[in-house]
T-cell receptor, first 112, second 115 residues
Framework: GENVEQHPSTLSVQEGDSAVIKCTYS??????FPWYKQELGKRPQLIID?????GEKKDQRIAVTLNKTAKHFSLHITETQPEDSAVYFC???????????FGTGTKLQVIP | DTEVTQTPKHLVMGMTNKKSLKCEQH?????MYWYKQKAKKPPELMFV???????INESVPSRFSPECPNSSLLNLHLHALQPEDSALYLC??????????????FGPGTRLTVL
């Protein structure tokens, strides 16, 4: 089955700096890569996703890049704000695309 | 209505009790999911329903029994649980398959404690 590794497990940045979270996946058949943000005590929420036919996607301060050859994808957050503090999970689809496999999560802390 | 709702928010039960978790969505999504999430861990898939039929069971113990009465409702029946089953139980729905564009919409979860 699919295996998704995520690094780092924790990340602290100063407000206004950029943050980068990296993931690797194992199944070359995976073609959809969502990112979820989970604030403390809240539900996971989809913040951005990318399909394998696209190398990069941006949405305001958030961007995701995908390297299919290397099986890497990354989340980039620019101009970080305290409200960006949360746990971020990457994921990759698998199992006939009926499910996604989540990475282990990155706890991002933005220091004001 | 663009939310997934879950009841109850909190549940404390003994190992001999029978209880049920309820999930509801009115977004017309045809796929619904149950996840279990332990503290500081990612959501762990338990069941997938597609068009009201169980399509994936991730080898979940039989003390967890899912039910999809209609396209808007998803239940999880609990019986003879163990203390290690204590966790946050998340329901989710998706417009297409979870592994397709649009992702999943999660409910707020039920915090379950088994004594």
């Amino acid at each position: 089955g699919e295996n998704v590794e995520q690094h780092p497990s924790t990340l602290s940045v100063q407000e206004g700096d950029s943050a980068v979270i990296k993931c690797t996946y194992s199944d070359s058949a995976s073609n959809y890569f969502p990112w979820y943000k989970q604030e403390l005590g809240k539900r996971p929420q989809l913040i951005i996703d990318i399909r394998s036919n696209v190398g990069e996607k941006k949405d305001q301060r958030i961007a995701v890049t995908l390297n299919k050859t290397a099986k890497h994808f990354s989340l980039h957050i620019t101009e970080t704000q305290p409200e960006d503090s949360a746990v971020y999970f990457c994921a990759a689809n698998s199992g006939g695309y009926q499910k996604v496999t989540f990475g282990t999560g990155t706890k991002l802390q933005v220091i004001p | 209505d663009t939310e997934v709702t879950q009841t109850p928010k909190h549940l404390v039960m003994g190992m001999t009790n029978k209880k049920s978790l309820k999930c509801e969505q009115h977004m017309g999504h045809r796929a619904m999911y149950w996840y279990k999430q332990k503290a500081k861990k990612p959501p762990e898939l338990m069941f997938v329903y597609s068009y009201e039929k169980l399509s994936i069971n991730e080898s979940v113990p039989s003390r967890f029994s899912p039910e999809c009465p209609n396209s808007s409702l998803l239940n999880l029946h609990l019986h003879a649980l163990q203390p290690e089953d204590s966790a946050l139980y998340l329901c989710a729905s998706s417009p297409g398959m979870a592994g397709g564009p649009g992702g999943q919409f999660f409910g707020p979860g039920t915090r379950l404690t088994v004594l």
